[in-house]
């Protein structure tokens, strides 16, 4: 299995607080990426990274930020967490970009109250 | 981005064959066929991808129709393991997935 650590696994907060949560891979690939899923909707992309630094924006971005300052690390911030944020969160990651498989973490599932 | 059309679920026994059907007749000259697949309350694991040609793996086979506007998963002896959400996506070469609703399949014993 890929080695993927995503925490907090689990966490209930409430309204207006920040959060953050963190993705941790061990296989030093190049791309990282946040997704979360909600009954109704699968699973949608939030933000990706390509590289240190180099993040890009995905189909569900507003009200979320991203930072990625070393290779293994990967952090999605919630500045002022809504009750509409509240879902599962997966990490994933890829060797290259194309057609290199993703591989994904086991999820986060995050409460807003 | 050529979407995909899947049915929303599916059958099986344990031990028989499965075939997991796509239909994805905008799909472009460059796009290759993704299959991932999600056991319940665990992130997506990847199962196989193709371009043209047939592909086999240890989980499943992908057969691809002739003029690439279908696919199949082929899971060759369904066990209870295999049961999970299987998503067909197609990939033109960008580093992100889009996926879809998928298709639930059941396992009976």
């Not at chain 2, 199962?47 to 279908?70: C, F, P, Q, W, Y």
């Not at chain 2, 066990?79 to 580093?95: F, H, P």
Request: aromatic fraction near 8%; hydrophobic fraction near 30%.
């Amino acid at each position: 299995d890929a080695g993927i650590t995503q925490s907090p696994r689990h966490k209930v907060t409430e309204t207006g607080t920040p959060v953050t949560l963190r993705c941790h891979q061990t296989e030093n690939h190049r791309y990282m990426y946040w997704y979360r899923q909600d009954p109704g909707h699968g699973l949608r992309l939030i933000h990706y990274s390509y590289g240190v630094k180099d993040t890009d924006k995905g189909e569900v971005s507003d009200g979320y930020s991203v930072s990625r300052s070393k290779t293994e690390d990967f952090l999605l911030t919630l500045e002022s967490a809504t009750s509409s944020q509240t879902s599962v969160y997966f990490c994933a990651i890829s060797e290259a970009a194309g057609n290199q498989p993703q591989h994904f973490g086991d999820g986060t599932r995050l409460s807003i109250l | 981005d050529a979407k995909t059309t899947q049915p929303n679920s599916m059958e099986s026994n344990e031990e028989e064959p499965v075939h997991l059907p796509c239909n994805h007749s905008t799909i472009s000259g460059t796009d290759y066929i993704h299959w991932y697949r999600q056991l319940p309350s665990q992130g997506p694991e990847y199962v196989i991808h193709g371009l043209t040609s047939n592909v086999n793996n240890r989980m499943a086979s992908l057969a691809i129709a002739e003029d690439r506007k279908s696919s199949t998963l082929i899971l060759h002896r369904a066990t209870l393991r295999d049961a999970a959400v299987y998503y067909c996506i197609l990939n033109s070469g960008y580093s992100t997935l889009t996926f879809g609703k998928g298709t639930m399949l059941l396992v009976s014993p």
